[in-house]
C-alpha cells in the first residue's frame, strides 16, 4: 500500500509527464478552432440551463461507460425535466473504458447520483454457455466491487467448446500452459 508521501509524489510525477502532452493538445485543437468529445459534451451542460426543452424519458444504453462529464450532462437534463423518467442499461461486468474517464461507481451507486431506483438484472445470456459462463464469472468476481449476479445459459443443454490457440508456431506455442490454467479454474468453480 502506497504511503500518503509515496502517493503525492507518485502524482506529481505524472503531472509532470502529462501536463505538457496535454498543453500541446490543448493548444493545437484551440489554434484549429476545433474542440474534443469531452469539451463537447462540457459545452452542452453549460448550456442547458438556457434551454427550454423538457423531456419525459432519457433512454441510454452501455450505461457502464458512464463518465462524470456525461453524468453531469444527463443530470442537468434529467433535472431540469420535472418527472423525467431515466432508464439506463450497462453491464459492469463490460466496463473496459476507464481509461478514458468511465467512472464504475456511478453505476454502481446510480441511486446516490439519481434518486429512487427501481433495478432489474439480466442474467441471461446468449453469447456463450458453460464451461465458459463458470470460469467467465468466478473470474469477474474477484472483483469486490463488481455487482454479483448469477449468469445462466438461454440454453442449459448446450456446451460452449473452445480452445486456446497461441501461435501458429509450435515452438511458441503456451496454449498447454493456459488449457491447464483455465482447466484448474474450471475444477476450482464446480467445488
Keep these: ?8 509524489r507518485r502524482n506529481e510525477k505524472f503531472i509532470e509527464l502529462v501536463e505538457p502532452i496535454f498543453n ?29 426543452r423538457k423531456y419525459k424519458y ?11 462529464g456525461r453524468y453531469k450532462l444527463i443530470k442537468a437534463i434529467f433535472d431540469k425535466s420535472n418527472g423525467c423518467r431515466l432508464f439506463c442499461v450497462g453491464d459492469d461486468w463490460q466496463s473496459i473504458y476507464r481509461f478514458s474517464g468511465s467512472d464504475l461507481s456511478i453505476f454502481s451507486d446510480f441511486e446516490k447520483y439519481f434518486g429512487e431506483t427501481l433495478l432489474s438484472k439480466i442474467e441471461t445470456t446468449y453469447r456463450f454457455n458453460e464451461p ?53 479454474l474450471l475444477s476450482r468453480t464446480r467445488n
Aim: glycine share 2%; net charge negative.
Design 132 to 184: 465458459v459462463i463458470s470460469m467467465s464469472s468466478s473470474f469477474i468476481l474477484k472483483n469486490p466491487s463488481q455487482v454479483s449476479k448469477k449468469l445462466r445459459s438461454f440454453d442449459k443443454s448446450r456446451q460452449t467448446h473452445f480452445s486456446i490457440v497461441y501461435s501458429k508456431n509450435p515452438e511458441l506455442d503456451y496454449s498447454h500452459d493456459l488449457i491447464e490454467i483455465f482447466q484448474k
Design 24 to 52: 500541446g493538445y490543448q493548444d493545437y485543437i484551440s489554434q484549429r478552432n476545433e474542440i474534443d468529445f469531452s469539451d463537447m459534451i462540457n459545452l452542452v451542460t453549460s448550456l442547458i440551463g438556457q434551454s427550454t
Design 1 to 8: 500500500e502506497l504511503s500518503n508521501k509515496k502517493l503525492q
Design 58 to 68: 432519457i433512454i441510454i444504453d452501455e450505461f457502464q461507460d458512464i463518465s462524470i
